[in-house]
């Protein structure tokens, strides 16, 4: 191995040399730049000669060193932690070196001797100075990422060894490499001999290798490179070789994607198996081709699985193929083997008990599956449960040639199952349920269903008469008498339509509605036998509605419907709609009216109150100054009001438009804090700003609204905290949702009034208008978002506002809902 002095030495001729070839170029530089005299240009002649005789002196140095020096001015590219990229280093060093280190590697000659010698020795085995086993790929990954310097020893084919030195050097990586079959050197000799007779100590190579050479099966071992080194008889015999040697000569893959194969072990450090087709001896085979990890590359065998995936073809052909068979059909069907257990049940066997699949799976013994179907009911009630299971069971000892009856099993469900059990040909029972409820049951529902059918019809409201195909009446209720005023007399002995028409025309004397009507009853054609509704006026003034539908067996179905009182109901209705309208539209106009009124007075009392605070009319005494104080406030919350007032009518009747913007959450809640700070601070309350959004405090938005809503919830929970208390403003915003919430520290609210304190005018403990959280909740609405509350008695109250980062722009202004959906379109684009 080298040492360190050596490896000193070494940097400081490469150092040197660099130097060399600066001066070399400065030289150049000042010779062309200097024109001076005769004796400046012989100084410098002088040094040029100089440099060359030290760059002489190098090269011959490197020259006599036994190995070689690979430079690299800039570390090399790594990917995924590995050196994919030798990005082609400098060499430095003897040709034989060179020529030597290529043999050992198993590289070709090519335009990048540097990078096919590394990549060649990059994966065998190598141990470092304090024994661990690693390879040349990984230190050096350590070396240009970390830094880290190596010193390895390689261990090659044939005994041969390797001794790898790297270091950083500044910017450069220098790697030290040399054979110690060509330096002769006796320590590197010592330890060659010590590792090779540590891998003989650990395992027999002669008795491995003849049994690798006589084993039946393909067994190969690959390079780094993929190139094959050496494969046994049998794998010459696969390949259609003469012998191992020759498959190696002419390098014939077992399989072409061998080669990626043992790529794919190295780098992953662990066996791969695949099954792959492959041709032997002009047959098909399949063929079970493991490779793993060995050192300097890939080692394999194959395994010839050809039967053993025929047959389980075969096997899943003829499973799929029963399987198939028994799942169509409509009988369940469920296969016990001779331990009595569950080995098959089919998709209806599943869908008549209603059992879970996962426990079917499980197989159940018959035993078990007796006492599932007991649990659930879905066995016939028996007096002896055990008796009866135990004959159940004992029915897998019967001889082969007795015959078990089929039986019928009337369920507590009301369902009745034929069940048919025979010997199955592998041994146990098939059972096979079949439902025969229906089909038993079919004949006594036939016979009842005329006098369901009557019965039903005598229940309707609507009046029903059934005309056969000749006209006749067929079937009729007691409505249709009623309505018609029909006596049983009049429809005995199935009248035809004529008559009955005949002593129908005094309420309804339309005879080409009646004729309309008779040939949809007794005209054949297509065209005429059509579902059709109508409405009739009776000379009576009542209302009727009918239906016309055709029958399966060319009959016809008519049904009359009185709707006098609907039409009367409906038509008492739509004034009244029309009523609650103009009421709606007056109520909203006195709003607005009321409101602008109330506005002028308003203002001119905020005027004046502000102006003589002011000092307008000389300084106030304290016993002035709070009754100036009540009315500016009592001023400011009339203001409010109006306002809300305002903005609740125009809610209404839809006409709030939000000016949607980018909206700043934490401005908007500094902003409300500051407007409330003197009210606060004049209740001993105080308002802290929790805001945990971050950079990410903009939302597209009304920002002017969400300051109403805030400014709203701010003045609730100032109002219902008492005095030392604090109001919490906390800001959020994650996972495309921002949150404002408002916790106060006051009594809280009942239970029972929790569903009502959104509504309007709905007032609290210390009163209000009622109008805050309503308005709260419907321009929050407005916006896409949601509002939850949180409140316990003496807990206080939590109030959280939901806003999409996006408001919806149903109710924002026309301009601005342009320009979203001009920006839609561009997305989309």
């Not at 009739?536 to 239906?547: E, F, N």
């Not at 009594?747 to 805050?772: K, T, W």
């Amino acid at each position: 191995m080298s040492t360190g002095a050596e490896s000193i030495q070494i940097a400081t001729l490469v150092v040197t040399a660099g130097a060399v070839m600066f001066a070399v170029a400065a030289s150049v530089w000042a010779m062309r730049v200097t024109t001076g005299a005769r004796a400046a240009q012989a100084i410098w002649k002088r040094r040029v000669t100089d440099l060359e005789d030290k760059l002489t002196r190098a090269d011959s140095t490197f020259g006599a060193y036994p190995g070689l020096v690979l430079v690299w001015d800039t570390p090399p590219d790594l990917a995924g932690g590995a050196v994919e990229d030798w990005a082609k280093p400098r060499i430095f060093g003897s040709p034989s070196a060179l020529a030597s280190l290529l043999k050992f590697a198993e590289a070709a000659d090519g335009p990048d001797p540097g990078s096919l010698l590394l990549e060649g020795v990059a994966d065998y085995e190598a141990r470092a100075a304090d024994g661990e086993e690693t390879t040349l790929r990984r230190r050096f990954a350590q070396l240009v990422t970390e830094g880290k310097p190596l010193s390895l020893t390689i261990l090659g084919p044939e005994g041969r060894f390797l001794e790898a030195d790297g270091r950083a050097a500044g910017l450069q990586i220098a790697l030290f490499l040399s054979d110690a079959t060509i330096r002769g050197m006796e320590i590197s000799g010592a330890r060659g001999r010590i590792e090779e007779r540590s891998r003989i100590v650990e395992a027999d190579p002669a008795a491995f290798l003849d049994t690798l050479e006589r084993a039946p099966f393909p067994a190969w071992r690959m390079n780094a490179s993929g190139r094959l080194e050496w494969a046994n008889a049998a794998y010459a015999s696969a390949v259609d070789a003469n012998d191992a040697a020759d498959a190696v000569s002419r390098q014939i893959a077992l399989d072409p994607g061998l080669k990626g194969q043992a790529g794919e072990a190295v780098k992953a450090g662990e066996a791969i198996a695949r099954t792959r087709p492959v041709v032997i001896g002009g047959k098909r085979r399949a063929l079970d081709l493991v490779t793993f990890p060995v050192s300097g590359g890939a080692a394999g065998f194959a395994l010839d699985v050809t039967e053993a995936e025929e047959s389980k073809a075969a096997l899943k052909r003829f499973r799929r193929a029963h399987d198939d068979t028994l799942n169509h059909m409509a009988e369940a069907v469920a296969v016990f083997d001779r331990g009595q257990r569950l080995v098959f049940h089919n998709t209806a066997f599943e869908h008549l008990y209603s059992l879970d699949q996962s426990w079917l799976n499980d197989r159940p013994s018959h035993g078990e599956l007796l006492d599932r179907l007991r649990e659930k009911r879905l066995l016939p009630e028996q007096a002896d449960y055990t008796a009866w299971k135990k004959g159940e069971l004992a029915r897998y000892d019967a001889a082969p040639g007795e015959e078990s009856p089929d039986e019928l099993w009337p369920l507590p469900d009301g369902r009745t199952l034929r069940v048919a059990r025979q010997r199955h040909p592998l041994g146990g029972l098939m059972l096979i349920f079949e439902d025969k409820t229906d089909e038993l049951a079919l004949r006594a529902r036939y016979n009842t269903l005329i006098n369901v059918q009557r019965a039903t019809l005598d229940k309707l409201h609507e009046a029903v008469a059934v005309f056969g195909s000749d006209g006749r009446l067929r079937l009729h209720n007691t409505a249709f008498e009623s309505l018609w005023k029909l006596s049983a007399a009049d429809l005995e002995g199935q009248p035809e339509f004529e008559k009955i028409v005949k002593r129908c025309e005094g309420l309804h004397p339309d005879a080409e509605a009646w004729a309309e009507m008779k040939a949809r009853v007794t005209d054949p054609s297509p065209q005429a036998r059509k579902h059709v509704t109508g409405e009739w006026v009776r000379s009576d003034d009542k209302v009727l509605t009918y239906l016309s539908r055709p029958l399966p067996d060319g009959a016809t179905l008519i049904a009359w419907d009185d709707v006098t009182d609907s039409r009367r109901i409906e038509e008492a209705l739509r004034d009244r709609a029309e009523a609650l309208e103009a009421s709606d539209r007056i109520k909203s106009e006195f709003v607005e009216h009321v409101s602008y009124q109330l506005r002028t007075p308003l203002t001119t009392i905020s005027g004046y109150t502000d102006m003589i605070m002011q000092g307008f009319a000389g300084e106030l005494s304290d016993r002035q100054q709070g009754p100036m104080t009540a009315i500016k406030e009592a001023s400011e919350e009339l203001a409010k009001l109006i306002d809300n007032v305002l903005d609740v009518a125009a809610i209404d009747a839809g006409q709030l438009e939000l000016e949607l913007g980018d909206a700043d959450l934490g401005a908007i809640a500094e902003d409300s804090a500051a407007f409330f700070a003197a009210k606060a601070e004049h209740s001993g309350v105080k308002i802290v700003l929790d805001d945990q959004t971050g950079d990410d405090r903009l939302i597209r938005a009304d920002a002017r609204r969400l300051k109403q809503v805030v400014l709203n919830l701010l003045s609730n929970a100032i109002r219902h905290t008492p005095k030392g208390g604090t109001v919490t403003i906390a800001l959020a915003h994650k996972d495309g949702t921002a949150s404002i919430a408002v916790k106060d520290e006051g009594e809280g609210i009942d239970p029972e009034r929790l569903a009502r304190v959104f509504e309007r005018f709905e007032r609290g403990v210390r009163g209000g208008a009622g109008l805050g959280l309503a308005l709260v909740k419907e321009i929050v609405e407005l916006h896409g978002g949601w509002v939850d509350l949180e409140s316990e008695p003496e807990r206080g109250t939590t109030v959280v506002v939901h806003l999409p980062e996006e408001a919806a722009e149903t109710h924002a202004a026309p301009e601005l809902d342009l320009k979203g959906r001009i920006k839609g379109e561009a997305k989309a684009v």
